[in-house]
């Protein structure tokens, strides 16, 4: 009726879900079949991405520090997109039930990220941040297209003159 097809919105993570889920089972995995003094590393920030933030905490503080980071960036992407959903919501309570709603989904996150491997972190963290900034700027496009549109709808008024007439002579009648 309204030509929305509310499909279109699970497309994307459709497609996406399969690559997370081999990531996730190739990466855990590999964890036994590493030789001994061989890691997995991304440019030297995340020094294992087969290692979970479990193991890595076990190891220290300051080996756990790149793997908190990817756990907290694993939440915010998930809060982030409810956020700016509801930035410009005009009904209060809803706003504050999709924060709520948001804020546990996001600690819900952090407890799964916890056992996850690095990369599977990396992987989910780095494709929503690709796509929150997609979508910003194409939402930012649309407004922009759309003011463009509303501009050349104004209707333009027909220009009003004040002119005064001049009076009219009586016309001379014939006598007969």
Known sequence: ETKFNPLAGCLPMLIQMPVFIALYQVLYSMVDRIPEGMTYQFYHLVP????????????GVLAFIPYLVLMLVFAFVTFAPMLLQQKNSKDQNQKRQMLMMSGIMSLFMLWISWSSPAGVLLFW?????????QQQLTMRHLKRVEAEAEAARIEVEPVKVDVERKAKKKRPTKKH
Request: proline share 5%; net charge negative.
């Open 48 to 59: 294992d991405l087969t290692k979970n933030p479990a193991t890595a905490m076990g190891e």
């Open 125 to 133: 963290g780095a494709s929503s941040v690709i796509g929150i900034l």
